[in-house]
């Protein structure tokens, strides 16, 4: 009886664990695809995606084996998330490592990927017409 009672806790246990594991692969591929949309590295979408999913930050050797990613990849896609705002460093005591958490506001996600994706690319653009119009001015009437 007892050996019975063992193995259906082994059992649920195991379902628990494939359940988290799908809900992670699940909240990976919508940040990949997320990730896509807006025209950023997969490797982008998969770092976020599992740091969302991680209940406790994670060092990079545990993202790069856990996604499979190089370290240059790795190293990539979190100054990447970092430059938006959607990753911070943490302390974890007693580990040296750098530890990696998500922002989870969804205001500061969007503010941070405006203020490094969108806002150069209107500068540059207003610098152009304002190239346009000045070579316009230069132009005979007619």
Do not use: C, W
Not at 63 to 71: I, V
Not at 82 to 109: C, I, N, P, Q
């Amino acid at each position: 009886m007892g050996d019975s009672i063992q193995l259906l806790e082994q059992g649920a246990q195991a379902t628990a664990a494939d359940v988290r594991r799908d809900l992670e692969r699940q909240v990976i591929d919508l940040f990949v695809n997320l990730a896509d949309l807006l025209g950023l590295p997969r490797s982008v979408g998969e770092l976020y995606g599992l740091l969302f999913a991680s209940p406790e930050p994670l060092p990079m050797d545990e993202l790069m084996a856990r996604l499979n990613l190089s370290k240059g990849g790795t190293s990539q896609g979190l100054k990447i998330l970092r430059s938006f705002g959607a990753v911070r460093t943490v302390y974890v005591d007693g580990d040296r490592r750098t530890h990696f958490s998500s922002e989870t506001e969804l205001r500061k996600l969007a503010a941070g990927f405006l203020k490094e994706q969108i806002q150069p690319h209107l500068v540059s653009g207003r610098e152009r017409l304002e190239r346009m119009q000045q070579l316009a001015r230069g132009l005979p009437d007619g």
